[in-house]
């Protein structure tokens, strides 16, 4: 070693250490301000820190390596209703029945095969897997809140996932007992429901389809048992008017001369350029066409019927014209429609008339992960 080094060790020989420090050594006692030791809030945080970054990391593999889960979606004004109620059929007597109802659009949902009881009665009626044809979907805006009404007793629901044509499709999660809400994320879903009343117990499908945007207007018609028909847009339906017709099975169909006449400049329901319309006809419709017409006069008609393809994309006034079909007789139904701007729209009145609310058209389906439940039922008002 160089003389120099030897000389420098030497030299700490003879260094003292201040008398502070062999106090704290000497001491019992120390002072935890300056004790480099984390203490107890230090150790807190700390942890709360280091779980916050683990539970971040799962959420991660979760995202990279499994399913995503259904998102509730932001709150929708006017919710869905389910009503599933008890009907009575001249023929056949009674039956359980159920509708879902959206701003103006009432569509039948598909019943699946039950028993029913009725005093010493009972009986099976069998669907044959008629309520897995999955042809009408019910366009629906996400995160809609869900609703049930009616007479059941009580209600259980899932949200199902499409698997084919005529095939069962397969659970995703159970619906909750208070808060449902259709996904908030955009596909094709069906959601299933068992109604329980004290006559038995029937299973119904809804198939709908879940955009993010404007769902457009909807124009719905059935038998019940006369024909009707509604066309609404955000919950404000047209008036209609019918031509005559006959109605009937057998050899004394029930004729009418109908009503059809001019609109009124204030019956008009307007619509933003370039909206869908969303036709949902009920079962028993064998078929239908749509056209406009240009002027306000159903039967005196001025120019050429346009076809309608499926979005009213022209402005102007128009009687949008539906051309139906059932095992009873041909219909022809006739409502004033007004195409304008989007930004006129907003500050429009509604239409005077009024009419009652009645699916069809593929989105690739989300994929979801299971999320159990609790299994309760919903909550029937």
Not at 156 to 171: A, F, R
Not at 277 to 292: H, M, R, T
Request: glycine share 12%; aromatic share 10%.
């Amino acid at each position: 070693m160089p003389k120099r080094w030897e000389q420098e060790l030497d030299r700490l020989n003879d260094v003292k250490a201040p008398s502070s420090v062999r106090d704290r050594v000497t001491s019992d006692s120390h002072d935890h301000r300056n004790d480099p030791t984390p203490n107890r809030r230090q150790r807190t945080i700390a942890g709360v820190v280091a779980f916050a970054v683990f539970a971040l990391a799962l959420a991660f593999a979760a995202k990279a390596f499994g399913g995503r889960t259904v998102s509730p979606g932001g709150a929708v004004s006017n919710p869905a209703v389910f009503t599933f109620l008890v009907k009575d059929d001249a023929g056949t007597g009674s039956y359980p029945d159920a509708t879902l109802t959206f701003e103006g659009a009432v569509v039948g949902g598909n019943g699946a095969r039950y028993g029913w009881k009725v005093g010493n009665a009972a009986a099976v009626v069998d669907t044959f897997g008629a309520e897995f044809q999955l042809g009408n979907w019910v366009v629906l805006p996400a995160g809609t809140a869900i609703e049930v009404a009616g007479s059941a007793e009580t209600v259980t629901g899932w949200l199902d996932q499409p698997v084919g044509d005529s095939e069962p499709p397969s659970h995703l999660y159970e619906l909750p007992t208070s808060g449902a809400r259709i996904p908030g994320d955009a596909g094709r879903y069906v959601l299933e429901f068992t109604a329980h009343w004290p006559q038995g117990v029937r299973e119904f499908y809804f198939p709908i389809k879940v955009v993010t945007g404007d769902v457009g207007a909807s124009l719905t018609l059935q038998a019940t048992p006369d024909p009707t028909a509604s066309l609404a847009y955000r919950g404000a339906a047209a008036p209609v008017q019918v031509g005559g017709y006959c109605w009937g099975n057998g050899q004394s169909p029930t004729c009418t001369n109908g009503g059809a006449g001019p609109f009124a400049t204030d019956q008009y329901l307007q619509i933003p350029q370039r909206t869908e319309l969303n036709v949902y006809p009920a079962f028993e419709v064998e078929k239908y066409s749509l056209g406009l017409a240009a002027g306000d006069d159903p039967v005196h008609q001025t120019g050429p019927v346009l076809p309608f393809n499926g979005r009213f994309d022209e402005p102007g006034s128009f009687v949008l014209i539906l051309s139906a079909s059932w095992s009873q007789g041909d219909v022809q139904f006739f409502f004033p429609v007004e195409v304008v701007a989007t930004a006129s729209v907003a500050n429009s009145p509604q239409p005077t008339g009024g009419t009652e609310p009645r699916p069809q058209t593929t989105e690739p389906v989300p994929t979801v992960s299971p999320i159990p439940s609790g299994g309760s039922a919903i909550a029937v008002p």
